[in-house]
């Protein structure tokens, strides 16, 4: 099932894609490890080109986004033709995990081999470690945190005790 | 009423800054420069929201070109970074009264 090669794109050529997504704040490094494979396969399974993969940590968020003040910020630059886009955005937004994700175009009609990759095999493992926040720090040194080792085990356990049972 | 007391102190706060900006005490003419004109260097970029902080107000709202000194081709520019920057939770969409 070969996609219809746009007509805007001169043969041979790529455009180049920068896409950042948000994951939620208690994400193990295992779980980011996860969805960045994933990825990185849908990526190169369908001919494209990492340039640049890094994780800006964990960031407060301006606003609330899934009922969350804080999420991990994964940004990612690459080469790729049409219809990679819609496939990596496809399967981001059936991850639980991700809770915000946006890609721009910065450029078209890219010679794939001209652009230098950044990339090397420890980029991944440093895009999969989130540098602890104050925050954590903080928590851990206090009232031990539960260590969300697991990642289905991400849900606040507080949260899930029943409420409203005062009277 | 106090909210309505709040967002009086906000607009004249902004017309304040104006007027100090634009010289509309006599002598102080001086033509607002566009920064992006000015240093080639500084790049209008969405993931850099300690720079487009400087182009919204405390309110989260775009500092229009009146008084920031844009021009048209940088405020574009402007307003397209801080658009993305909202999406990704960079920037804050508007900052609530209370």
Same mark, same amino acid.
């Given at each position: 099932?070969?996609?219809?090669?746009?007509?805007?794109?001169?043969?041979?050529?790529?455009?180049?894609?920068?896409?950042?997504? +948000?994951?939620?704040?208690?994400?193990?490094? !295992?779980?980011?490890?996860?969805?960045?494979?994933?990825?990185?396969? +849908?990526?190169?399974?369908?001919?494209?080109?990492?340039?640049?993969? !890094?994780?800006?940590?964990?960031?407060?968020?301006?606003?609330?986004? *899934?009922?969350?003040?804080?999420? +991990?910020?994964?940004?990612?630059?690459?080469?790729?033709?049409?219809?990679?886009?819609?496939?990596?955005?496809?399967?981001?937004?059936?991850?639980?995990?991700?809770?915000?994700?946006?890609?721009?175009?910065?450029?078209?009609?890219?010679?794939?081999? *001209?652009?230098?990759?950044?990339? @090397? !095999?420890?980029?991944?493992?440093?895009?999969?470690?989130?540098? *602890?926040?104050?925050?954590?720090?903080?928590?851990?040194?206090? @009232?031990?945190?539960?260590?969300? @080792?697991?990642?289905?085990?991400?849900?606040?356990?507080?949260?899930?005790?029943?409420?409203?049972?005062?009277? | 009423?106090?909210?309505?007391?709040?967002?009086?102190?906000?607009?004249?706060?902004?017309?304040?800054?104006?007027?100090?900006?634009?010289?509309?005490?006599?002598?102080?003419?001086?033509?607002?420069?566009?920064?992006?004109?000015?240093?080639?260097?500084?790049?209008?970029?969405?993931?850099?929201?300690?720079?487009?902080?400087?182009?919204?107000?405390?309110?989260?709202?775009?500092?229009?070109?009146?008084?920031?000194?844009?021009?048209?081709?940088?405020?574009?520019?402007?307003?397209?970074?801080?658009?993305?920057?909202?999406?990704?939770?960079?920037?804050?969409?508007?900052?609530?009264?209370?």
């Amino acid at each position: 099932m070969a996609r219809l090669q746009s007509l805007r794109d001169a043969p041979g050529t790529s455009r180049e894609y920068e896409t950042v997504y +948000i994951l939620r704040p208690n994400t193990a490094n !295992d779980g980011v490890a996860e969805i960045n494979t994933k990825v990185k396969g +849908i990526i190169e399974g369908m001919g494209g080109k990492i340039l640049k993969v !890094d994780n800006w940590g964990k960031r407060r968020l301006a606003y609330e986004v *899934a009922k969350e003040r804080k999420g +991990i910020y994964l940004y990612w630059r690459y080469l790729a033709t049409a219809g990679v886009v819609e496939e990596t955005e496809r399967n981001l937004r059936m991850l639980d995990l991700v809770i915000r994700f946006m890609t721009v175009r910065l450029d078209e009609s890219v010679n794939p081999e *001209a652009r230098p990759t950044e990339i @090397d !095999d420890a980029s991944y493992e440093r895009a999969a470690t989130t540098a *602890a926040d104050e925050e954590d720090l903080f928590l851990s040194r206090g @009232d031990a945190a539960p260590a969300g @080792d697991d990642d289905d085990e991400y849900e606040n356990p507080v949260a899930e005790a029943p409420i409203g049972q005062e009277n | 009423m106090s909210r309505i007391e709040d967002d009086l102190d906000d607009k004249g706060d902004d017309r304040r800054g104006g007027k100090g900006r634009g010289g509309g005490g006599g002598g102080m003419n001086r033509r607002k420069v566009c920064r992006f004109c000015a240093e080639t260097t500084t790049l209008i970029d969405y993931k850099n929201p300690q720079l487009l902080r400087s182009f919204v107000t405390d309110r989260g709202k775009m500092v229009p070109r009146r008084i920031s000194g844009s021009c048209a081709k940088h405020q574009r520019a402007i307003s397209t970074a801080v658009r993305r920057a909202r999406m990704l939770a960079l920037l804050p969409i508007t900052v609530g009264g209370e």
